[in-house]
């Protein structure tokens, strides 16, 4: 527990860009093409070229304004879509994966206990047993809140995986 609540102190927060950053429309679709794109590989030197500078540049624009490394930020958004999904649906620990960008259930696995301190299965068990869960439906035959649903996944899948 000390050293999930070390890790919660230390994290770098995630805030965006702010719209002063001189690069700001050039990370600004970065960071789209990787919302957008989160379950397809996201190599750097492609992110460069979709910001237009060198690798080198990239690199030091995206981690001065984004307060971490490309491929970090890749991993933090990869881990949230996963918690997400572990919270408001069923669907099975591959799936997830799949969804995330992981290339496997156990790269997931691996990541998501560095980053919590638990894995996926435990945390989702840990959900039910608070009385948490998984939301399938959130009104409005939306069944995600704050989020959009995975490319490639129906509302049914969610509500019977």
């Not at 960071?31 to 794109?37: D, F, G, S, T, V």
């Not at 918690?83 to 408001?88: A, D, E, F, I, S």
Request: glycine fraction near 6%; charged fraction near 20%.
């Amino acid at each position: 527990m000390l050293e999930q609540t070390l890790r919660a102190l230390t994290a770098p927060g995630i805030s965006g860009i702010s719209p002063r950053h001189v690069h700001f429309f050039r990370l600004q679709a970065v960071l789209n093409h990787i919302h957008a794109h989160v379950a397809e590989e996201l190599p750097t030197p492609a992110l460069a070229r979709i910001a237009d500078v060198s690798l080198a540049h990239f690199k030091r624009i995206f981690e001065d304004a984004m307060g971490m490394p490309p491929h970090r930020y890749i991993m933090h958004i990869r881990l949230e879509l996963a918690r997400r999904l572990l919270t408001v649906s069923s669907m099975p620990l591959a799936r997830i994966a799949q969804e995330c960008g992981f290339s496997s259930q156990s790269h997931l696995t691996a990541s998501f206990r560095a980053a919590h301190a638990v894995t996926p299965a435990r945390y989702r068990v840990a959900l039910a047993a608070a009385g948490s869960a998984p939301i399938v439906g959130a009104g409005a035959g939306e069944p995600f809140r704050d989020f959009e649903r995975p490319r490639g996944v129906s509302q049914s899948e969610v509500a019977n995986p």
